[in-house]
């Protein structure tokens, strides 16, 4: 939840993030987590790792969010997320 908050609000880049993530995992109170994570309407984390089968199923308008099949279960990320993931083109398309 902290790498979310600090990506989507604070501008933070996902290696910003997830190094101060780290640091405020321990410190961070459970309550003050909770409270978070029901602000941000309990935001789940997606992990993209190398090798992760991506598929771009729609793209919405104007920097919308990117609708995606990750290895066979359908997610959304932000535009701004997406522009921070390198791939490469397979199966000939």
């Known amino acids: 939840m902290e790498k979310i908050i600090l990506m989507r609000h604070?501008?933070?880049s996902w290696s910003e993030a997830h190094e101060d993530a780290e640091l405020l995992e321990h410190?961070?109170?459970r309550r003050l987590t909770a409270r978070l994570d029901q602000f941000l309407n309990y935001p789940q984390e997606i992990e993209v790792a190398i090798g992760n089968a991506v598929r771009?199923?729609?793209v919405g308008?104007?920097?919308g969010p990117l609708?995606?099949?990750?290895?066979g279960k359908?997610?959304?990320i932000s535009y701004k997320a997406a522009c921070q993931i390198y791939v490469d083109q397979t199966?000939?398309?």
């Open 10 to 12: 604070l501008g933070y």
């Open 27 to 29: 410190i961070t109170p």
């Open 56 to 58: 771009i199923i729609e």
């Open 61 to 63: 308008e104007y920097e």
């Open 67 to 71: 609708t995606l099949d990750l290895d």
């Open 74 to 76: 359908r997610v959304q």
């Open 91 to 93: 199966e000939g398309l």
